[in-house]
């Protein structure tokens, strides 16, 4: 609506009901809201890359092929993945952070805009938390509802390694084989401890929840708000060190959060499949977080 100029911020574009032809009745400035109904649009440039593991089996990453992932830093160690969804606001797992809520939030950093460990200090900078939530229904004993959101002390300034991830939209569903891709610095090795200094990458396809809850998978273990990705045959997976990190699936040429990494049976073992927090069950949790505060 380039030809609606609005001088003041007290005013509104009121688009009326009747649908009427031209574009000079489409829309009016008014000084105020009568009907009550008011819809904010605020616009994102979410989901674009500038280039277009606890990884088993991953490959390395070049910088800015994505630019959402980040190293969450507790006592200046990487613990978790997590990824920007916002100028101050990262996405990651509950089981990541449910037990260092504040007052220790001085003990958090975030490190954005990097795919090595080893070149951090020189070239990026930690972003200090301002506070952490994490699901209320979050279950530890199964990892239900394990998601979970950081808030930054300051907003991040967007460049081509550093940029939002989009959620998905509202009841989008991702068919079983759709193929998409789980980042991190986790175990590289299922019996290693070693973890890369470099952000590994893999393609997973989905895996369907009826498959993954079947006798010889998970046998009812995925609830609703989980979701499968992975091999059967194992060899690529997420591992330790990778939880919290982003599972993105593109579609129409946008880049979506589809899953976050929360659990599995081992790393890369056959019939284990890594699960996934599954987004689009949360929309509504982390836009009223977001608008809210």
Known sequence: MTDAKLNQSQEFVQVPLSQTT??????????GC???????LKCSECGSRSKSSRIIGGSDVSLGRWPWQVSLYLNNRHVC??????????????????????????????????????????????????????????EERNHDYDIA????????????????VCLPQYDQEFAAGTECWVSGWGHIHPDSSHMPRSLKEAMVPIISTKKCNS???????????????GY???KVDACQGDSGGPLVCQTDYTWRLV???????????PNRPGVYTKIVSFLDWIHNIIEDD
């Open 22 to 31: 031209g574009t000079e009745h489409t829309w009016q400035i008014r000084y």
């Open 259 to 269: 899953g976050v990494v929360s659990w599995g049976m081992g790393c890369a073992e």
């Open 81 to 138: 993945g997590g990824s920007i969804v916002a100028h101050q606001w990262i996405i990651t797992a509950a089981h990541c952070v449910h037990n260092y809520r504040s007052p220790q939030l001085s003990s958090w950093s975030v490190y954005s805009g990097m795919v090595s460990h080893s070149s951090m200090r020189q070239n990026v900078r930690a972003s200090a938390i301002e506070k952490i939530i994490h699901h209320q229904k979050y």
């Open 34 to 40: 009568i009907s009550g109904h008011i819809v904010a």
């Open 215 to 229: 006798s010889c998978i998970y046998n009812g273990d995925i609830t609703p708000r989980m979701l499968c990705a």
């Open 149 to 164: 959101m950081m808030k930054l002390e300051k907003p991040l300034n967007y460049s081509d390694s550093v940029r939002p």
């Open 232 to 234: 059967l045959d194992g």
